[in-house]
T-cell receptor, first 113, second 113 residues
Framework: AQSVTQPDIHITVSEGASLELRCNYS??????LFWYVQSPGQGLQLLLK??????LVQGIKGFEAEFKRSQSSFNLRKPSVHWSDAAEYFC???????????FGKGTLLTVNP | DTGVSQNPRHKITKRGQNVTFRCDPI?????LYWYRQTLGQGPEFLTY????????KSRLLSDRFSAERPKGSFSTLEIQRTEQGDSAMYLC???????????FGNGTRLTVT
């Protein structure tokens, strides 16, 4: 069955430090991959997406992600974290024309001042 | 683009009661999705509409759950004879074509007492 794994349940970083959130997908063919961010009590906001082409994709709020087929990974990165980045981050994969998303369990990011 | 709107934001109900949630997608979007998110988990797919046609339902959607999208505009999700296990955030999302990312609403949080 299709699955998305986010190995880190909770990550704490200091403001200004770099960030990498890990994501592994399971589908063998070319997946559609996404990162979403969710603030408490809110819906999900799309940070970035990968369909094909350049394996390094840029998103909003200074985030980027790199698709590595050999590792089945799509890790999210940011060079310098801001306090406002504290939220929960979800990696997701879509297969097929109905665009049904399978989400990972999320990584909660805490930013220390 | 006024975004995806969900009502109510919060619903508290007693076990055994019926509840109905409404989702208004972005106006030109013909695809509409319902997801359920429980504490500590990523969203899980429930069902998907293209225009007024319900094209896929998850096995998570028991026969107590029914979703409609009359006229291909807003959608309703009804849960009959609610159970405590139905307590969750119910998220609605919409998109305008196959490769277009999903836009999520802020969700309806259901608490069954």
């Amino acid at each position: 069955a299709q699955s998305v794994t986010q190995p880190d349940i909770h990550i704490t970083v200091s403001e200004g430090a770099s960030l990498e959130l890990r994501c592994n997908y399971s589908y063998g063919a070319t997946p559609y991959l996404f990162w979403y961010v969710q603030s408490p009590g809110q819906g999900l906001q799309l940070l970035l997406k990968y369909f094909s082409g350049d394996t390094l994709v840029q998103g909003i709020k200074g985030f980027e992600a790199e698709f590595k087929r050999s590792q089945s990974s799509f890790n999210l990165r940011k060079p310098s974290v801001h306090w406002s980045d504290a939220a929960e981050y979800f990696c997701a994969e879509a297969i097929g024309s109905n665009y049904k998303l399978t989400f990972g369990k999320g990584t909660l990011l805490t930013v220390n001042p | 683009d006024t975004g995806v709107s969900q009502n109510p934001r919060h619903k508290i109900t007693k076990r055994g009661q019926n509840v109905t949630f409404r989702c208004d997608p972005i106006s030109e979007h013909n695809r509409l999705y319902w997801y359920r998110q429980t504490l500590g988990q990523g969203p899980e797919f429930l069902t998907y509409f293209q225009n007024e046609a319900q094209l896929e339902k998850s096995r998570l959607l028991s026969d107590r759950f029914s979703a409609e999208r009359p006229k291909g505009s807003f959608s309703t999700l009804e849960i009959q004879r609610t159970e405590q296990g139905d307590s969750a955030m119910y998220l609605c999302a919409s998109s305008d074509r196959g490769n277009s990312p999903l836009h999520f609403g802020n969700g309806t949080r259901l608490t069954v007492t």
